[in-house]
């Protein structure tokens, strides 16, 4: 037993010396301003040296950020396509010192759709009023901007007092945006369309330039949320997302965690008004929220909702606020078909109390006439017609038209390991619709997880810190972690976050090492 402990050491300390090193590398860099060349640029964290880097790369280029603590008293305005990597959210660390937004990126071709990536920081805006995190404007009311990724950061201290103020501001992205940790705030995410007069319309008017709409237009025309933790602060009521003027969002497999001292409306979708136009539609599913409230308002869209869990009372509200024709939308179809901007084709089913209980029930607010009518403009577990679940031999035969059928070998019932950040057991299946008296229509399947963009396979360890998954804590566990710092192991982030902060550092390898010596 002794020598094995020994033996044990003796790689521990191996290992530790070799990430000293490595941040010593780290360290060496710090006296550096910005170098390289294109494509890859290296650069301390200072706002004059990766505002240098920036000026100095050319689209499509890396931008290595070391670490270090630093104030940046101006923003970064970004108009090319280029990837910014920090050290690691916990190294490296960028603190506001005046209102604006640390990083603004607004393309000045939108149509070459380059590549943006911002990963590897800690944004904290310091409590300093109309401080913003990331702002991304696709600088284009017909051309999105399909290649963005914001991943592995830590945002935190926003100035609770500012109903405007949040980590992530976007409009006419697509891409993902995962493994973040948004902490400690009432309202994390805007999402938005055109601003200005008519706000929204150029993106309906354009409809067969935006390519239809989610969730049943093309499956990757969405703004992805997944695997990212939000600390809600929840005692005068919280919100994760808002969404309006032609825009629209995704939210997969996040956990939401509140201070319980208040109810929260997590998620909302506006519909048309006077002088803006109303929301696409929104995909919500294989969320956990630890609290409870309203997960979704709902004043217009389209929405698939399905299989989220939640610890406390929830419910759905549904309401219509203003008729279309308060401010229409000119597009004439029927290829692609436009489909209204009130609440329609709406689809919400197995959504579950702590994974296995009561399903989620819906409360009617607002009508002008029948509309949203139930059975008609959205279907849900309960309604005439309804959704049913199960596998294709269990499918009924007969079916009335808008009766939906989601498709799957898996429970219908029991959505542990569906629901929350890195699920062990992602949704699988597809939702048939009715399309005519007993004719069922394959309808909407969701887009394969993780995103496309992340590059990567889901973690598949069951015991933190275990990443080749053989039950035990070992030496290359450790190596793995390292490897997951280096950025050379893309896919075990999940099982070297030790501390569940969203990013991996030194201090996971370090826990890790605790388990081998003290398992």
Not at 206 to 215: F, N, S
Not at 223 to 243: A, H, K, P, Q, R
Not at 379 to 397: E, H, K, Q, V, Y
């Amino acid at each position: 037993m002794k020598t094995k402990v020994i033996k044990n050491i003796s790689k521990t300390t191996f290992i530790f010396f070799a990430v000293v090193f490595l941040f010593c590398g780290f360290s060496q860099i710090a006296n550096a301003a910005c170098t390289g060349s294109s494509p890859t640029w290296t650069c301390t964290p200072d706002y004059a040296s990766v505002s240098s880097c920036v000026s100095k790369a050319s689209v499509g280029d890396t931008i290595n950020v070391s670490a270090g603590s630093v104030t940046w008293n101006s923003g970064l305005t970004i108009t090319k396509g280029v990837k910014l990597i920090g050290a690691g959210a916990s190294n490296t660390i960028i603190t506001g010192g005046a209102s604006g937004a640390f990083i603004e990126y607004t393309p000045a071709n939108p149509s070459a759709n380059s590549p943006f990536r911002v990963s590897g920081f800690t944004f904290n805006l310091n409590y300093i009023p109309e401080l913003y995190g990331i702002m991304l404007w696709s600088g284009s009311t017909t051309t999105y901007q399909t290649k963005i990724r914001i991943d592995h950061n830590i945002f935190k201290n926003r100035y609770e007092a500012d109903t405007q103020q949040t980590y992530l501001t976007h409009d006419g992205m697509r891409g993902v945006v995962d493994n973040n940790l948004f902490d400690t705030t009432w309202f994390p995410v805007r999402t938005l369309g055109p601003q200005g007069a008519n706000e929204g319309g150029p993106y309906w008017n354009a409809w067969e330039g935006v390519k239809g709409a989610p969730p049943t237009g093309l499956v990757d025309n969405n703004f992805y949320f997944e695997d990212n933790i939000f600390n809600l602060e929840c005692s005068n009521g919280c919100m994760v997302t808002d969404c309006m003027q032609g825009e629209r969002y995704a939210f997969r497999y996040n956990t939401m965690n509140t201070n319980n001292t208040g109810g929260g409306q997590f998620f909302d979708l506006h519909g048309n008004g006077d002088g803006y136009h109303g929301s696409f539609g929104a995909e919500l599913y294989g969320n956990r929220i630890n609290g409870n409230g309203t997960f979704l308002q709902q004043r217009g869209g389209r929405v698939f909702m399905f299989m989220n869990s939640y610890t406390g009372a929830m419910t759905y509200e549904v309401r219509e606020e203003h008729p279309d024709s308060d401010n229409p939308v000119t597009y004439i179809g029927p290829n692609p078909p436009q489909y209204p901007q009130y609440i329609n084709g709406t689809y919400v089913w197995r959504n579950r109390q702590n994974y296995t209980g009561t399903l989620l029930d819906v409360y009617e607010m607002e009508h002008i006439g029948d509309i949203p009518l139930a059975g008609r403009d959205f279907f849900m577990d309960g309604t005439s017609p309804g959704i049913g679940c199960g596998t294709l031999a269990n499918r009924p035969s007969t079916c009335a038209v808008g009766q939906g059928y989601w498709l799957t070998n898996q429970s219908c019932t029991d959505l542990t390991g569906m629901a929350g950040d890195h699920p062990a057991n992602p949704i699988s299946g597809t939702l048939y619709k009715c399309t005519a008296t007993n004719v069922w229509t394959a309808y909407y399947t969701p887009l394969p997880y993780p995103h496309p963009l992340r590059n990567e396979t889901p973690s598949t360890c069951v015991i933190k810190g275990d990443a080749n998954s053989d039950g035990n804590i070992n030496i290359s566990d450790v190596q793995t972690c390292i490897n997951v710092i280096l950025g050379t192991d893309t896919t075990h982030q999940a099982c070297s976050d030790m501390n569940t902060s969203g990013t991996v550092d030194i201090t996971d390898c370090q826990a890790i090492i605790n388990k081998i010596l003290n398992p």
